[in-house]
């Protein structure tokens, strides 16, 4: 898909008042913004270290990405396309409002003092009584609403190896053998915890890298690590204080001698996630940018989904707009919406993007697969017009670089 690369000059200027150079640079084009959306730019050879960033007198808050060379910051309606890098105070403390922080086997990652998103890296233990074969690490739980509601769910009873939001591939073929990573209870294979690579803070936004193993207990020389996955997660900081980003990127690999296939099935891979069980069949709701609905939605593909429903108190509304990038497989990408009636009348609320669900997919050895998310976790209500928006940012990011004169 082409993508746009804005050529910003910036322009050395000298403050009436003061004696320190400020350097000005532009954003180009608004093309019509309806929402908040993480921009970057590169930044060349400037020392950013000693600048802060400005709009419309405003300091912005920023991060830089020592590995890119790029900023980021969070861009929206109502603000100039003009931005200002002004010499930093000597005295100011920059203090990382997002944060990446370990214990007792989670991570969470916060905005302020607020938790949002917790990722399992110790090993979960299934309720007393329960089977220990559903054990599990590596998965998003909880995920929280801006106001604290609670929309993951783990271990339900009437599925013990649902986790939360997690990717697990289900009918697999290893040479003749099939293994599914899904249903853990099995005992055919199981996707685990191995190491974090990366955690980072910041000001606009926070995160981390892992690396999971799929790990094949079936095969003859079992157990083997049939897939090794990197998963980067990332949440940032919006203008809107009702609603926040989450970015979820899998890319994986096969070391086994003749790779893995993904035969076709309605569940794996992708993103899935077990939703909260207050939601049910009179209290939540789906739309697609297909415009299907809950009842319609299933074994569809759309290129986004806004998945809502009842908030704790009652009175209001929360819930997810998950997008697929469009170089994902099978884009607009297939889903899996459980039917309205399902678990015995009660219709609980389960979705997932699946690229596997129609065709499979044959995972050549050491070659490397990458899928990509986002997920705008909001309060209230969010639009069509505003999903659209988010979903051609998130596809079409605006490129840019700054060239000093």
Known sequence: ?????????????????????????????????????????????????????????????????TETN???FVHGPGKSLEYTLKPKNEFQNDVDKLTAKKEDGL??????NEPRVGYRYGMHYPPNGVDSIFKKSGFIHPLLT????????????????????????????IDTVRVDFWNIGDG??????????????????SGFTAVQEHMDLKTENSPQVA???????????????????????????????????????RYGGGIGMRFTERWKKDNCKVLTSEGKDRLSADGTNAKWAIVSGEASNGTGTNGILFLSHSGNRMHPEPMRVWPIDGNGGRGDMFFEFCPIRHEPWEIEPNQVYQLKYRMVVFEGELSPEEAEAYWKDFVEPVQSELEVN
Not at 152 to 172: E, K, L, V
Not at 230 to 238: A, D, Q, T
Not at 249 to 265: D, H, M, Q, R, W
């Open 1 to 65: 898909m082409k993508r746009i690369i804005l050529i910003l000059v910036l322009m050395p200027i000298m403050a009436c008042t003061s004696k320190k150079e400020e350097i000005i640079f532009s954003l180009g084009e608004n093309n019509g913004i309806l929402v908040d959306r993480p921009t970057s730019v590169h930044i060349g050879d400037l020392d950013i270290s000693k600048y802060d960033l400005y709009n419309n007198g405003h300091l912005i808050p920023y991060d830089f990405d």
């Open 70 to 72: 790029k900023i980021w």
């Open 107 to 112: 991570l969470t990652l916060s905005i302020g």
């Open 146 to 173: 801006p106001s604290g509601d609670t929309l993951t769910r783990i271990n339900p009873p009437d599925h013990w190896h649902h986790y939360g939001i997690w990717g697990p591939w289900t009918h697999t073929r």
């Open 188 to 205: 055919n294979g199981t996707v685990l915890h191995k190491e974090f690579k990366k955690e980072s803070n910041g000001q606009v936004a």
């Open 227 to 265: 897939l090794e996955e990197k998963l980067e997660v990332k949440i940032w900081e919006l203008n809107n204080k009702n609603r926040y980003i989450m970015d979820y990127s899998s890319s994986f690999t096969s070391p086994l001698k003749n790779g893995i296939l993904f035969e076709a099935y």
